[in-house]
T-cell receptor, first 117, second 113 residues
Framework: GAVVSQHPSRVICKSGTSVKIECRSL??????MFWYRQFPKKSLMLMAT?????????EQGVEKDKFLINHASLTLSTLTVTSAHPEDSSFYIC?????????????FGQGTRLTVV | GQQLNQSPQSMFIQEGEDVSMNCTSS?????WLWYKQDPGEGPVLLIA?????ELTSNGRLTAQFGITRKDSFLNISASIPSDVGIYFC?????????????FGKGTKLSVKP
């Protein structure tokens, strides 16, 4: 399957600081990337969908000014958690698809464990 | 909106037993996907199904795309301890305004040696 690399795998930051998480598709061009948040023992919660070159579409209840998403190229999307608070601590996972619609499945990054202290 | 109902939520089985889980929906999907997530990792694609009625195997795993296109199941035969994890189904529906995948809530599998 296709390879999606997410970095960093773990990050600890202080309250009030910002953290950037990168998601790269290594062997295909990702027209669409998704960002998920996962609480312990829970399912994947879609935060936003980003299409290359356009603004991300955020799910209801997700603050776009807090979770900044940039999808500037076909192989890279970034999620920046701004002014992080302890309640932002979670497991964040990205996934990438070659197309917005159609048959292509999504491939996931390894996830980023964010801890805000 | 479209929703997937995945069951069971969790399973506790003995090593060597067979496992079956499924996803159903009131909506039609054009593609069904099955993923496995190990603790602390991102989900990994196990099987992709593209045609109604399609039956596909990947080692001890077998998945089928329901004839009605509203359901799919995943079977694991002769389970082993490394099968532990959360299994997610996902459906893709073409057309309309929604191009992203719809995920089930997952089935947590525990295997007792």
């Amino acid at each position: 399957g296709a390879v999606v690399s997410q970095h960093p795998s773990r990050v600890i930051c202080k309250s009030g600081t910002s953290v950037k998480i990168e998601c790269r598709s290594l062997d295909f061009q990702a027209t669409t990337m998704f960002w998920y948040r996962q609480f312990p023992k829970k399912s994947l919660m879609l935060m936003a969908t980003s299409n290359e070159g356009s603004k991300a579409t955020y799910e209801q209840g997700v603050e776009k000014d807090k979770f900044l998403i940039n999808h500037a190229s076909l192989t890279l999307s970034t999620l920046t958690v701004t002014s992080a608070h302890p309640e932002d601590s979670s497991f964040y996972i990205c996934s990438a698809r070659a197309t917005y619609q159609g048959t292509h499945p999504a491939f996931f990054g390894q996830g980023t464990r964010l801890t805000v202290v | 909106g479209q929703q997937l109902n995945q069951s069971p939520q969790s399973m506790f089985i003995q090593e060597g037993e067979d496992v079956s889980m499924n996803c159903t929906s009131s909506s039609i999907f054009n593609t069904w996907l099955w993923y496995k997530q190990d603790p602390g990792e991102g989900p990994v694609l196990l099987i992709a199904l593209y045609k109604a009625g399609e039956l596909t195997s990947n080692g001890r795993l077998t998945a089928q795309f329901g004839i009605t296109r509203k359901d799919s199941f995943l079977n694991i035969s002769a389970s082993i301890p490394s099968d532990v994890g959360i299994y997610f189904c996902a459906g893709i529906h073409y057309g309309g305004s929604q191009g992203n995948l719809i995920f089930g809530k997952g089935t947590k599998l525990s295997v007792k040696p």
